[in-house]
């Protein structure tokens, strides 16, 4: 089965840690997202990449960290410079940048 | 000023209604996605339009590119369509609205 898989579900991480998103995909797609949704807002793109070993901020870059070292994976760190990082995250892939999306089931974290 | 508006924020019909939701955007694009939020969070693509009118089953998007305007009609409306209903447009890069939430009653 072709798809988006991310990994885990739920999270839950102390103030000041540092914590990595899994976002793998298995549908040879080149461009990958990742989304940040908060409640009552649309979603909002942290880092995009077009490419394997290429990467670009988004809107919401600041205190987040990504790599793109194989085609198929594009984690994501949250690190502890991120002011507010209790939030549901989303990664999306797409053939080439900007087409139809494919989006994982999200992942929730908490900030205790 | 956000560059995707939807109408209306919140929509509850019966079922078998016919339901239409709306988008606006004011920048130029390439194409327009219409995406369903199920209430677990995950999102898919029901729409990638950048002309004219595609139909995929009770589901119809239209897209007016001289007016930066598109709806999306759903016919006999099922309590399983509800859902939040995201309209996202790309242009030089990716636009959100904040979404419809639809409720259909049995």
């Known amino acids: 089965d072709g798809g988006i898989t991310q990994s885990p579900k739920y999270l839950f991480r102390k103030e000041g840690q540092n914590v990595t998103l899994s976002c793998e995909q298995n549908l040879n797609h080149d461009a990958m997202y990742w989304y940040r949704q908060d409640p009552g807002q649309g979603l909002r793109l942290i880092y995009y990449?077009?490419?394997?070993?290429?990467?670009q901020k988004g809107d919401i870059a600041e205190g987040y960290s990504v790599s793109r070292e194989k085609k198929e994976s594009f984690p994501l760190t949250v690190t502890s410079a991120q002011k507010n990082p209790t939030a549901f995250y989303l990664c999306a892939s797409s053939i080439v940048l900007y087409n139809e999306q494919f989006f994982g089931p999200g992942t929730r974290l908490t900030v205790l | 000023k956000n560059e995707v508006e939807q109408s209306p924020q919140n929509l509850t019909a019966q079922e078998g209604e016919f339901i239409t939701i709306n988008c606006s955007y004011s920048v130029g694009i390439s194409a327009l996605h219409w995406l369903q939020q199920h209430p677990g969070g995950g999102i898919v693509s029901l729409f990638m339009l950048s002309s004219g009118k595609k139909k995929h089953g009770r589901l119809i998007a239209t897209i007016n590119i001289q007016e930066k305007h598109s709806s999306l009609h759903i016919t006999a409306s099922h309590p399983r369509d509800s859902a939040v209903y995201i309209c996202a447009v790309a242009g030089n890069q990716f636009y959100f609205g904040t979404g419809t939430s639809l409720t259909v009653i049995p």
């Open positions: 990449s077009q490419i394997v070993n290429d990467f």
